[in-house]
């Protein structure tokens, strides 16, 4: 899947082409302005009437002599007529491999979505500010690699020059300033050495008793996320499957007794952000009692195409959990227990 325009834009290094005196501070004859750190350089940028766009490198040290990078995208340009500041910002979701770790609406023409993603084997936090104000759109995004050891004063550095420049990012003399990134919601940072992390939030759908279990486990695995409804991707299949399973069906959490012992177990999908142009995924069982569980009794990965896939378990026939694939007969898989773990056959 071909990257979307900003992405690719601020993953391609570039040598500096413009002076620190000569930062650029707006675009589309001065209707979008705004002021850049000093300190940041500037790799490329172009202007007209009705388009512009400008790629930023942020000094790092820590990625030195690595295929990581600290950056900066500006764009902006004409919006169609009628665009709205939600439209503009839900494309973050259609980003394969994306994680949403905050989404800050603010007022009617702003919004900041915090998201990560993994590229070249690591996470990248992704700071994301909208507009979209008098037939204008402008999309800044900050990404910043999360490497062993990173500077943590760096990061916050990098964090407080992103909520300057959202200070100061303006469409036609107007902004917003009400939203701000904190720090401290959205990075785990580590002490006194270490790697930072993205704070990812459980989904609120999990049940009470498996959240403790899910947090104690995805603690180790990192790369791991637990898949929502916005990852599906055939929404039609979807509803189709909640007619006949109910209307509360989710295609990647179910609860049953699986392994037969009387006590209700469950089973998540979970995207793995490693592979995120593959949309990969895997599958984890938890069997009952949870108590001080710190793993699950089966865990597979290797899967792909998780928008297409589904979890069930049939109560109704043969008791089992099956994964499957929306509109398909051809490929479903059914997981039965052996000892404390699972065993799968395809179910034709």
């Not at 675009?27 to 300190?39: E, G, M, N």
């Not at 100061?168 to 107007?174: E, G, S, V």
């Not at 929306?326 to 034709?348: A, H, I, M, N, Q």
Request: aromatic share 12%; proline share 6%; with cysteine.
């Amino acid at each position: 899947m071909p990257k979307p325009l900003l992405i690719a834009i601020i993953f391609v290094a570039a040598a500096p082409i413009v002076s620190a005196q000569q930062h650029p501070s707006s675009l589309i004859q001065k209707r979008v302005t705004f002021t850049l750190a000093a300190h940041w350089k500037i790799q490329h940028q172009e202007d007209s009437a009705t388009a512009g766009k400008i790629s930023i490198l942020i000094p790092y040290p820590e990625t030195e002599k690595t295929p990581h990078s600290a950056n900066v995208a500006i764009v902006a340009n004409i919006a169609s007529t009628g665009v709205t500041i939600k439209e503009i910002g839900d494309k973050v979701y259609s980003y394969p491999g994306q994680t949403v770790v905050d989404d800050i609406p603010d007022g009617k023409e702003w919004r900041t979505i915090v998201w990560s993603v993994y590229s070249s084997g690591a996470p990248y936090v992704m700071l994301n500010r909208f507009g979209c104000a008098n037939g204008i759109a402008v999309d800044v995004l900050m990404s910043l690699p999360l490497l062993e050891n990173s500077d943590p004063k760096w990061i916050e550095k990098a964090i407080s020059d992103f909520n300057s420049l959202c200070e100061t990012l303006k469409i036609d003399a107007a902004n917003s300033t009400e939203a701000k990134v904190n720090l401290g919601e959205i990075i785990e940072m580590p002490k006194p050495n270490g790697t930072p992390y993205v704070k990812i939030k459980l989904p609120v759908y999990l049940r009470p008793e498996h959240k403790p279990v899910l947090e104690r486990w995805l603690k180790e695995k990192r790369y791991l996320r637990l898949a929502t409804e916005s990852d599906c991707a055939d929404k039609e299949g979807l509803e189709i499957w909640r007619k006949d399973w109910g209307k509360d069906f989710n295609p990647y959490y179910s609860i049953g007794d699986f392994n037969r012992d009387g006590k209700n177990d469950f089973a998540v999908l979970l995207v793995d952000l490693k592979k995120g142009e593959e949309h990969g995924f895997a599958i984890a069982i938890f069997n009952a009692p949870f108590g001080n569980k710190k793993a699950p009794n089966y865990f597979e990965g290797g899967y792909i195409d998780l928008g297409r896939c589904y979890i069930v378990y049939n109560q109704m026939a043969k008791r089992r959990l099956y994964l499957g694939v929306f509109e398909s007969d051809f490929y479903c898989v059914t997981f039965y227990p052996k000892g404390l773990g699972y065993y799968f056959r395809d179910c034709l």
